[in-house]
């Protein structure tokens, strides 16, 4: 039994699929939550969540339980709009639920002439129409900026396509490639990373996405966590992606079992990055 708490200093968490499955609380995440309080151990919810400006998922996060600070949260619709406003844009074309385009307050929005397009969650809203004015916008000059480009997402229902399959098609449409924003970008690393002032080694990424979450933490040098809930395919095991703990749920955290050792899992530890113990 290892107490894995021990092994870091600060805790990069994800949402979907790791805290809430749904509008469900995933058993045990409220209570890893306070143990981290109480041990005095950073943390930043370090999410792709797209469907929300920060300040509902906050509400929302609050609602169930986590007693969440707007400042530990950070959302992929966060880092477009803080991108967005560095680059001083004036306009955007959002295809994006228009809770999420609340982060984007200031911003002109315009379907017509817009500098970005910018894509995140739209569900039922990726019509035909709209994804075509999308691609006449990019046409004329208008630069692609995607959330994130996850393939799908998981719900009590099952699973969904997610917003890469739509960013995909527009590039491959424009012959352009997209400014990725949300994990597993690098400045969207860095920006938590600031945050945090922590050096990545001492760091661990809890995640449910083995390409998104796990590879793009231990490209930053930070420990990869894979939790067996969410999006967690069985296949995920066998994509040459190597976490350093695989986990049933995120309440295995406080319970404190190694499972990249004790379950047997093919898991390999990279020697050119600095143990954390």
């Keep these: 039994m290892t107490d894995l708490l021990s092994t870091i200093d600060g805790l990069l968490i994800d949402i979907d699929g790791v805290l809430m499955l749904g509008d469900e609380v995933i058993p045990g995440a409220t209570a890893v939550i306070d143990t981290l309080r109480a041990r005095q151990i950073p ?7 797209t469907i929300y400006c920060r300040y509902t998922l906050l509400e929302h996060l609050n609602a169930k339980g986590f007693n969440v600070s707007l400042n530990e949260l950070y959302t992929a619709s966060y880092a477009a709009a803080r991108y967005l406003r560095e680059q001083e844009a004036r306009s955007y074309f959002p295809l994006l639920l228009p809770d999420a385009q609340l982060e984007f307050t200031g911003i002109d929005v315009d379907e017509e002439a817009p500098e970005y397009v910018v894509v995140g969650d739209l569900g039922a809203g990726f019509t035909f129409a709209r994804l075509n004015r999308a691609f006449r916008a990019l046409l004329n000059g208008a630069k692609l900026v995607a959330l994130h480009k996850k393939r799908h997402w998981r719900t009590p ?14 590039e491959y449409a424009s012959e352009s490639n997209a400014i990725v924003v949300g994990k597993p970008s690098e400045a969207y690393f860095r920006m938590v990373l600031d945050d945090l002032a922590l050096p990545p080694e001492r760091l661990a990424l809890i995640g449910d996405d083995i390409e998104i979450d796990v590879r793009g933490a231990k490209r930053m040098g930070i420990q ?24 049933e749920s995120i309440a295995d955290v406080i319970e404190g079992t190694n499972y990249a050792t004790d379950k047997g899992y093919p898991i390999r530890h990279d020697p050119a990055r600095r143990d954390a113990g």
């Design 157 to 170: 229902d099952g699973l969904y396509l997610d917003a890469g399959p739509f960013v995909v098609a527009l």
């Design 43 to 49: 943390f930043r919810f370090m999410t792709n969540t």
């Design 224 to 247: 990869g966590w894979l939790v067996k809930t969410g999006r967690f395919r069985k296949e995920d095991l066998g994509r040459g992606i190597w976490p350093d703990q695989v986990m």
